[in-house]
């Protein structure tokens, strides 16, 4: 499941061995329940989840209090620094035009979560009124983060994919593809779902996949009791190699239905496809193939890292009029990963046990990297996201956090070693997500490892090139350097803790390639790419687990260079910057933990807790040192929310801002504002901001593979070419 088996609300009720024992009573007396919770461990048992890791950062009891560091006075002002960076960094205060109105019992239908491991039978408590009082249909929508295209005149329209997906768990829908008539010349491709669900329902991934190759994932909403809808679309244009052949597609959206969760989702997906004007290069690939072999022909081509043990590929030799290759990795964390970023280090993840709070482990930093024959050469930050059901549903509802219907791929550029997969077949390529410390050399053999799991898949993307008759090349550089750090504090006798994690991966690789045309001329020049990923995670916890606050900045910035291999010449550099902040504060209401102890005897059943969330996401490209693009996306965010046997309810607002800078100096601006269910409202502005600039483009050189920079600038905000440059770089 998305995030049933652990959220960060439920963080304050792990490890209550009394409520266990009164929920596994109030169980037992209903034979409904307790059919449901069989349901549900089949429901685990299915997710093939494994027991997380056991080997621990560092072994501590939890009655000895723990120091690490050399000098208390520098740690006093370290844990009063990162108090502080809370309160005055992220402003958690309302926004402006809230609705501060509060209607506790507006999302009294929002299903309770799953926290297996700790208390089984916590997740048969369903909430009451199943069905919604209104026959009016619940609009729920995104922001995205690449705004939608024009699809108002497609030259071809494919029929309508209908299913929907009831009981559905690991049987996915197949249908029948085939590509438009011959007769008719596309170049872009534009996937549109629609999304109908009633009842109560967990959010769900959506899957989608072309022979085999994942070219969407996206997720549900939850509709709390309401009959709910939901609209996306997605530029498919770079698997356009698999559009032309007849083939298959498989949607997998795992869901269970009993008497408890109600809810079928109705998926419609249509493929339009669309002849745009040629006015700048489109380079798609060749061909993209799946990586992940899987026995059976009706199972989705995924692997569970870390639980299956396939994690390395081969890579078959390489045709020689190869001129680019390009690995796509899909993944997001699931279950005990799902909130990978609000995970403590092993030796404090039980601190407050006692008190009634169990967390999770293996710290809060995860790191995508990639290996080619056991040297790394890639390393990626995966991107927070939050799915409709994480942190307080009431947050989500009806406007859907960044990225939950949009999960694009991390993208690793293998062109410098091209020299490599030329020259030999069976080169072994292998993909590890890691939690930074166990990367740190100067720490216990043991390893921390990471939890269950993360749903992955991976494709190869090669670009060839028929006028080329051969190829040739030496590789010149491979480097990579870590620098991981890691603290914490928890005091005796206070109920605190504090806890820091920064982690730093460069890597580098650059390679002389040389391309002989048929013609005759030759193309020589140098590729690099250098890779730089760094985290900062502050974690403070007080009041013996009843206050947390999570601040994580995930931020990257990757340069791609062609250098002029005679005199080693910058012919010209594409820089691409990314960072992710997240700042979360959450506290429970009403409950007092004792500050000496004893331990927590008897909590209420009904947990009730704040929260105030800011979630960012920027990205900045330049070309040869001049910035070219500029996007933010903004979420900030208050909500109240129960989990109660009764049924969960609770209230939350969000503000949405969206900013991008095209290279025409035009500021594109959406403000959203959502509070209790209802879009209060949704404004579009286009603002001039700086004026147009032009870069001129060497006839012999080419910055990308995609189009010309000198058309890109004479594009207006969101005329569809930009937008379409903008898919085929991003997604």
Not at 59 to 79: D, E, R, T
């Amino acid at each position: 499941m998305l995030h049933r088996e652990w959220t960060l609300w439920n963080q304050l009720v792990f490890g209550n061995t009394d409520l266990n024992s009164n929920l596994n009573q109030l169980a037992e007396s209903n034979s409904e329940l307790n059919g449901l919770k069989l349901k549900q461990e089949n429901e685990s048992n299915l997710i093939n989840e494994k027991e997380k890791l056991t080997y621990p950062h560092r072994s501590l009891s939890n009655k000895n209090p723990i120091f690490k560091g050399k000098n208390f006075f520098g740690i006093a002002i370290l844990i009063f620094i990162a108090y502080s960076f809370f309160n005055t960094l992220f402003d958690f205060s309302t926004p402006c035009h809230m609705n501060v109105h509060h209607d506790v019992n507006i999302f009294s239908k929002f299903p309770l979560k799953n926290v297996q491991h700790y208390y089984d039978t916590f997740e048969t408590i369903t909430p009451s009124n199943l069905s919604s009082d209104s026959d009016d249909v619940r609009e729920v929508i995104e922001i995205p983060f690449i705004p939608y295209s024009n699809i108002s005149d497609p030259i071809w329209t494919s029929d309508s994919l209908n299913y929907t997906f009831g009981h559905s768990w690991g049987h996915p829908a197949i249908f029948k593809y085939a590509p438009p008539p011959t007769n008719i010349t596309f170049n872009k491709i534009v996937m549109t779902m629609d999304t109908n669900v009633d009842g109560v329902q967990y959010d769900r991934l959506v899957n989608i996949f072309l022979n085999n190759v994942e070219i969407w994932r996206s997720s549900t909403m939850e509709p709390a009791g309401n009959l709910s809808h939901s609209y996306s679309q997605k530029d498919l244009s770079p698997f356009y190699s698999l559009f032309k052949k007849e083939s298959e597609i498989m949607i997998s959206l795992d869901n269970l239905i009993n008497t408890k969760l109600t809810g079928a989702f109705d998926i419609s997906i249509k493929i339009l496809y669309f002849n745009v004007p040629n006015k700048y290069h489109t380079n798609y690939p060749s061909s993209v193939n799946s990586l992940i072999d899987f026995k059976y022909p009706q199972e989705a081509p995924i692997i569970r890292y870390p639980d299956d043990p396939n994690q390395s590929f081969k890579i078959p030799q390489l045709n020689f009029n190869t001129t680019k290759a390009e690995l796509l990795i899909t993944t997001s964390g699931n279950s005990e990963e799902e909130f990978w970023y609000s995970n403590l280090l092993d030796e404090f993840k039980n601190q407050f046990a006692s008190h009634g709070h169990q967390f999770n482990g293996h710290g809060p930093c995860r790191v995508v990297s990639v290996f080619l024959d056991g040297m790394r050469i890639y390393s990626m930050n995966p991107k927070p996201v939050i799915f409709s059901g994480g942190i307080s549903p009431a947050l989500w509802n009806p406007i859907m956090s960044d990225g939950s219907f949009h999960l694009d791929p991390l993208k690793v550029d293998l062109t410098p070693i091209l020299p490599l997969l030329w020259a030999a077949g069976d080169s072994n390529l292998s993909f590890e997500i890691s939690n930074c410390i166990d990367d740190d050399e100067s720490k216990p053999v043991l390893k921390s490892g990471i939890g269950s799991n993360w749903i992955s898949s991976l494709s190869l993307a090669l670009w060839e090139d028929d006028e080329i008759e051969d190829s040739f090349g030496e590789i010149l550089n491979f480097d990579n350097s870590t620098k991981i750090k890691s603290f914490g504090i928890a005091p005796p006798f206070s109920g605190f803790l504090n806890q820091i994690v920064s982690a730093e991966y460069q890597n580098s690789i650059s390679s002389n390639l040389t391309f002989v045309r048929k013609d005759g001329s030759i193309s020589n020049f140098i590729k690099e790419i250098t890779n730089d990923v760094n985290q900062t995670s502050i974690t403070v916890i007080s009041q013996w687990g009843d206050k947390q606050s999570v601040f994580s900045v995930p931020e990257s910035e990757d340069v791609f260079s062609t250098i002029n291999s005679s005199d080693f010449s910058i012919l010209e550099t594409l820089s691409f910057k990314q960072k992710f902040p997240l700042a979360v504060k959450l506290s429970s209401i009403g409950s007092k933990a004792p500050k000496w102890g004893p331990p927590i005897k008897k909590p209420p059943t009904d947990v009730t807790y704040n929260v105030n969330i800011t979630k960012s996401r920027k990205l900045e490209m330049s070309f040869n040192g001049l910035a070219i693009l500029d996007i933010k996306a903004k979420e900030n965010g208050t909500s109240t929310f129960t989990l109660s046997p009764e049924g969960n309810h609770g209230f939350g607002t969000v503000e949405h801002n969206y900013t991008m800078i095209n290279p025409s100096g035009i500021e594109y601006n959406r403000h959203a504002l959502g509070s209790n269910g209802t879009i209060l409202f949704d404004n579009v502005t286009n603002t001039p901001v700086i004026s147009s600039k032009t870069i001129r483009n060497d006839p012999k050189t080419e910055l990308m593979d995609f189009f010309s920079y000198e058309e890109m600038f004479q594009l207006e905000p969101l005329d569809n070419e930009f937008r379409d440059i903008l898919m085929q770089i991003l997604v």
